[in-house]
């Protein structure tokens, strides 16, 4: 954690990352733990195919990614997961259409802090391939993909790309 250049209570610059965990100040003893940050992905599948978007900011700009994003305070996951496909797609989902996959660590590297995330999965079988990009400052572009043609090396994150590799990929 190199963010830090000073103490956020006393200024000092005396301090350990104990197990990178958390920040110890020497001289006043201020802790500032570095927990993990819940987020949810989201995987539209339509008949043989998965659903990537194109990212279009970073991290890993230019990479595949899925529908989703960071669960907001008081928020359950499901209720994100809605949400952000509302922001993201312009699609009204209930949590009822969310078939939960599983969870993963990520790594999400924002503005040179790292933030460690537990990513949750779900799965959103559509009846349609027919889908538009409501945020398009977040997403260059959507892609169906057939599973026997997914590159897992074109997919930004490790947690995405462990859990297409596991679920999804052929």
């Given at each position: 954690?190199?963010?830090?250049?000073?103490?956020?209570?006393?200024?000092?610059?005396?301090?350990?990352?104990?197990?990178?965990?958390?920040?110890?100040?020497?001289?006043?003893?201020?802790?500032?733990?570095?927990?993990?940050?819940?987020a949810v992905a989201i995987i539209f599948t339509f008949e043989d195919k998965v659903l990537f978007t194109v990212?279009?900011?970073?991290?890993?700009?230019?990479k595949w990614d899925l529908p989703g994003g960071f669960i907001d305070p008081d928020e359950t996951?499901?209720?994100?997961?809605?949400?952000?496909?509302?922001?993201?797609?312009?699609?009204?989902?209930?949590?009822?259409?969310?078939?939960?996959?599983?969870?993963?660590?990520?790594?999400?590297?924002?503005?040179?802090?790292?933030?460690?995330?537990?990513?949750?999965?779900?799965?959103?079988?559509?009846?349609?391939?027919?889908?538009?990009?409501?945020?398009?400052?977040?997403?260059?572009?959507?892609?169906?993909?057939?599973?026997?043609?997914?590159?897992?090396?074109?997919?930004?994150?490790?947690?995405?790309?462990?859990?297409?590799?596991?679920?999804?990929?052929?």
């Amino acid at each position: 954690m190199t963010f830090f250049k000073f103490c956020p209570s006393c200024g000092s610059t005396h301090f350990t990352f104990p197990d990178n965990r958390r920040f110890l100040c020497d001289d006043c003893g201020f802790t500032y733990y570095h927990n993990i940050a819940a987020a949810v992905a989201i995987i539209f599948t339509f008949e043989d195919k998965v659903l990537f978007t194109v990212r279009n900011v970073d991290p890993d700009k230019g990479k595949w990614d899925l529908p989703g994003g960071f669960i907001d305070p008081d928020e359950t996951a499901e209720e994100a997961a809605c949400r952000e496909i509302k922001e993201e797609l312009g699609m009204n989902l209930k949590p009822s259409d969310l078939k939960y996959i599983t969870t993963s660590p990520n790594n999400y590297l924002y503005k040179n802090v790292p933030y460690r995330t537990m990513d949750i999965f779900y799965e959103c079988s559509l009846a349609s391939d027919v889908i538009q990009v409501a945020a398009e400052d977040e997403i260059q572009e959507l892609i169906w993909v057939k599973r026997a043609a997914i590159d897992l090396n074109q997919i930004g994150f490790v947690s995405i790309r462990k859990v297409i590799g596991t679920y999804y990929s052929v």
